[in-house]
């Protein structure tokens, strides 16, 4: 028998099925009926979905499901002119001169913040960017850096702060972060890790050993299932993948993604997802979207090419417009960093 739902009324099958006559904005209204619809929509939307924007519309994103095809349109305010930074913990981050909107689809919940006071000058057309909760509190941290940059920047909303990171005397450039264990890890353009100290302005490189002898950009550092993994992956050239063993220190290579799958962007994130095929994915296989047209090449585990998948059909758009992918947004996924951990 099915699972019920809002007091053993109506079946997840059945619920599945209005899903699917029903827009993104009317999903989210859903998932405030109870606290049951939301657990069905929370592990219904647990897979990665694709950032799709619209290069002539003001106020609308759209968001595609790989496995069934399925587009789901959202209507939003004030990202026009904004550029596109990144998605973390459910937000979508946009970047203009003098501030950041973080805005999360699902709740309508948005946050600006000023970055008047940072010292350093940038350009927001090029800046990655990373947010996550403080641990036990409503409070929230948001990294910024930039490919080619020594210098990382971290807001602290606690006492609406920035506070700057260098690491121009050690000659690395950070190319990549993500939250593992509650701390945020930095990865370097010569694959070196280090945790940022969010309690000072220092970071704190690991002694690891069998480092890669890589000095590029397309390195991505990713967290899943209580691994941190290296990836460095070149669209039809490489894909080497390792994982940190921490009980020996070192990189260790991994043959093949096993039971992953991997999602990759090459302007933003990567992402890595166990068990795939429970939302309709392979596994030991690499998605990877470019940012400059809608379409997805899926690599086998070797990085070797196996398709190409682009839509047939989706969101209406003007003659003037022209759609592209950006990135992979996790919905339910939520960072969490904890100040005690790094003294």
Same mark, same amino acid.
Request: overall charge positive.
């Given at each position: 028998?099915?699972?019920?739902? *809002? ?34 929509? #929370? ?24 496995? @069934?095809?399925?587009?789901?349109? =959202?209507?939003? @305010? ?15 981050? &946009? =970047? ?20 008047? =006071? ?12 990373? &947010? *996550? ?42 190319? @990549? ?29 690991? #002694? ?126 939520? @960072? ?8």
């Amino acid at each position: 028998m099915e699972k019920l739902t *809002a007091n053993n009324m109506l079946p997840w099958d059945v619920l599945a099925i209005i899903c699917k006559k029903l827009n993104f904005n009317d999903i989210i209204q859903l998932s405030t009926v109870c606290k049951d619809w939301r657990s069905f929509l #929370e592990m219904k939307f647990q897979s990665p979905l694709i950032v799709q924007r619209d290069s002539f519309s003001k106020n609308s994103l759209s968001f595609m499901s790989l496995p @069934d095809y399925r587009f789901y349109s =959202a209507q939003m @305010d004030n990202f026009w002119g904004l550029s596109y930074s990144g998605s973390s913990s459910g937000y979508l981050i &946009f =970047a203009g001169p003098n501030m950041f909107l973080l805005m999360n689809p699902l709740t309508r919940r948005g946050k600006k913040i000023s970055t008047l =006071a940072l010292k350093d000058s940038y350009d927001y057309r090029g800046i990655r960017a990373h &947010f *996550a909760f403080v641990k036990g509190s409503k409070e929230y941290v948001l990294v910024l850096f930039s490919n080619g940059s020594c210098r990382l920047n971290v807001y602290h909303s606690q006492n609406s702060r920035w506070a700057t990171y260098s690491t121009k005397g050690d000659s690395l450039e950070v190319v @990549d972060l993500v939250v593992f264990h509650n701390s945020i890890y930095v990865l370097t353009n010569k694959a070196k890790i280090g945790v940022l100290n969010l309690n000072s302005t220092s970071i704190k490189f690991l #002694e690891l050993k069998n480092t890669p002898l890589v000095t590029y950009n397309d390195l991505r550092l990713v967290s899943c299932d209580g691994n941190l993994l290296v990836v460095h992956f070149v669209p039809g050239e490489m894909l080497n993948v390792y994982k940190i063993d921490f009980s020996t220190m070192e990189f260790v290579r991994q043959d093949t993604l096993g039971e992953l799958a991997l999602f990759h962007s090459s302007y933003a994130n990567c992402y890595a997802l166990s068990n795939p095929r429970r939302w309709g994915y392979d596994s030991n296989t690499v998605y990877s979207i470019i940012c400059t047209s809608p379409k997805c090449n899926v690599y086998s585990g070797n990085g070797k090419l196996q398709k190409l998948i682009m839509p047939i059909h989706g969101v209406q758009v003007s003659k003037r417009s022209r759609l592209y992918w950006v990135d992979w947004y996790l919905p339910y996924l939520r @960072d969490e960093v904890d100040y005690s951990l790094i003294k």
